[in-house]
């Protein structure tokens, strides 16, 4: 109660001191090593809370959700991939203008905070900004079926910044296959081997979180620079499609990848999983109240459904998944292929949290869950964001060379 008061009562003091107080039980070690580490997010739904009439600014602490400036950085969360996103189902110039609509509104974020964030479009801007005390905002494409079978279309977006697309969402695009729909093009068609081509080229990386097994496998072998999965986690623990089999890790890793392991419950427990599976009647009552409540707003959808969903934990109808689960998921990918080539995509603001990692603020708890598992500073400052860093410094040299004359 005391700490509480204490937290009210330093709020807008020193971030540092409400820092010391927002995540309890963090070590001084542990402290020390998150606070001077880059911490990379390579997948934030937030984006979709900027559009729409949603009156949604960065600057202000929200009390739902999980991203704001505030709390990103009582979370020391350096640089954060704000997800370009609309429905599979929404396609053509429909859905190219709606990417871009969504791009300024991030654009706008970076604009109306000049103190708090700067866009970043390379490893290096992503150090810099940290080095002014500000936020690295980066963009990600999270769906090919926004570029409209255009590579034009994909060029401007990488002009505007976006520095990774993920090749699928949750269907099937023109040219490429998702893990959750049925396979029609037997992973990448011709022209979607062209656009992992023109990814390359314009230095933008190729996400593959989402796409069917084959679409990874396509991706692999036509990308001359390594590939992340910017918001999956482990087959093996949770078996769900767009998770990643220790194989597929395998050889992401051995291409020089990065997995960025998802907190999204349902991809992180099977007894979750299983729960959901077993008693479609919860999702169905939860998908209904949360229609009746927003309608086609995307991001009222996002939070809603996560509130709903802790209201069903609550009511011991679904079960309870812990923070634990995330760093359990790291530790398999790490001991599986190495702590190199493990990160962080949280999928914030736009999936169901564990408890103890509802927001960016929480972030430090993983920092000394690595510590606790006996992981190197080094490592874990790998995992934390360097990893990333790297796989962007790589796709920036390939694209480079692409482009030498
Ligand atoms: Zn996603």
């Avoid at 990448?188 to 314009?202: H, I, Q, T, W």
Wanted: glycine residues 8%.
């Amino acid at each position: 109660m005391l700490r509480s008061l204490l937290a009210i009562l330093l709020l807008g003091c020193t971030a540092i001191l409400a820092v010391a107080l927002t995540v309890e039980g963090i070590s001084e070690r542990a402290r020390k090593l998150h606070f001077s580490s880059v911490v990379v997010d390579t997948h934030d739904d937030t984006t979709q809370r900027l559009v729409d009439g949603n009156d949604f600014d960065l600057a202000q602490r929200a009390p739902n959700g999980s991203i704001d400036i505030p709390r990103m950085r009582e979370g020391n969360l350096s640089a954060i991939f704000f997800s370009i996103w609309i429905p599979s189902k929404i396609t053509g110039p429909t859905a190219v203008k709606r990417a871009l609509t969504q791009i300024e509104a991030v654009r706008e974020q970076v604009r109306r905070h000049p103190k708090d964030l700067a866009l970043a479009t390379t490893a290096a801007e992503v150090r810099q900004a940290r080095e002014h005390g500000k936020i690295a905002a980066l963009l990600g494409v999270e769906g090919g079926h926004m570029i409209n079978s255009d590579l034009a279309v994909l060029r401007q977006f990488a002009a505007l910044g976006v520095r990774y697309m993920t090749l699928t969402h949750s269907g099937n695009d023109e040219w490429a296959d998702s893990s959750t729909d049925k396979p029609v093009h037997n992973g990448l068609s011709d022209f979607g081997k062209d656009v992992v081509r023109e990814m390359n080229r314009l230095g933008v990386m190729v996400d593959i979180s989402h796409v069917s097994d084959k679409t990874f496998y396509d991706a692999l072998a036509i990308s001359k620079a390594p590939l992340v999965a910017s918001h999956s986690s482990c087959r093996a623990i949770c078996d769900a499609p767009r998770n990643m089999t220790d194989q597929m890790m395998k050889d992401l890793a051995a291409k020089g990848g990065v997995i960025q392991i998802n907190y999204h419950v349902a991809f992180l427990s099977q007894e979750f999983r299983d729960a959901e599976k077993n008693h479609p009647e919860i999702n169905e009552q939860i998908a209904a109240k949360v229609d009746k409540k927003c309608g086609d707003n995307e991001a009222c959808q996002l939070m809603e459904g996560d509130r709903l969903t802790r209201e069903a934990v609550e009511a011991g109808k679904l079960p309870r998944v812990g923070y634990e689960k995330i760093i359990e998921h790291i530790d398999h990918a790490g001991k599986l292929v190495g702590a190199d080539h493990v990160g962080l995509g949280s999928d914030f603001d736009g999936a169901n949290m564990p408890y103890g990692m509802e927001d960016a603020s929480k972030l430090p708890l993983i920092t000394e869950a690595l510590l606790k598992k006996g992981y190197s500073e080094s490592d874990i400052r790998k995992i934390l964001g360097e990893n990333t860093l790297r796989v962007m410094e790589e796709v920036e040299r390939v694209s480079r060379e692409a482009t030498a004359h």
